[in-house]
């Protein structure tokens, strides 16, 4: 099992931006996908974006595309998501995942463990 711990949230202003980590133990970091997901209040839980293990291939929900950006560094177990221009709707609780399947996937049925989620609230 793998624990992860998501840090960064906060309040913001439209337009803003904000830099979510996502620190791992438990597994081989470094061979695992990662994945950022996000539940707004009575939404489902949607994917926003996802890494391979070495950092060579990042997939993107279209909503995020061209603002987020995903980034990880193994030799520190962390997952990163650069938040740029951030606008209202982007509004949820963020959470990280890891996934053993190798593949970059885009449902949350894919990943097997979770974070706790960090809190974004971005204001108009």
């Known amino acids: 099992q793998v624990q992860l711990v998501e840090s960064g949230g906060g309040l913001v202003q439209a337009g803003d931006s904000l830099r979510l980590s996502c620190v791992a133990t438990?597994?081989?970091?470094?061979?695992?996908?990662m994945g950022w997901f996000r539940q707004a209040p009575g939404k489902e839980r949607e994917f926003v974006s996802g890494?391979?293990?070495?950092?060579?291939?990042?997939s993107y929900a279209d909503s995020v595309k061209d603002r987020f950006t995903i980034s990880r560094d193994n030799s520190k177990n962390t997952v990163y998501l650069q938040m740029n221009s951030l606008k209202p709707e982007d509004t949820a609780v963020y959470y990280c995942a890891v996934s053993s399947t190798g593949r970059l996937l885009s449902y949350a049925g894919a990943y097997e463990d979770w974070g706790q989620g960090t809190q974004v609230i971005v204001s108009s």
């Open positions: 438990g597994r081989a970091f470094s061979r695992s996908v």
């Open positions: 890494i391979s293990g070495n950092g060579g291939f990042r």
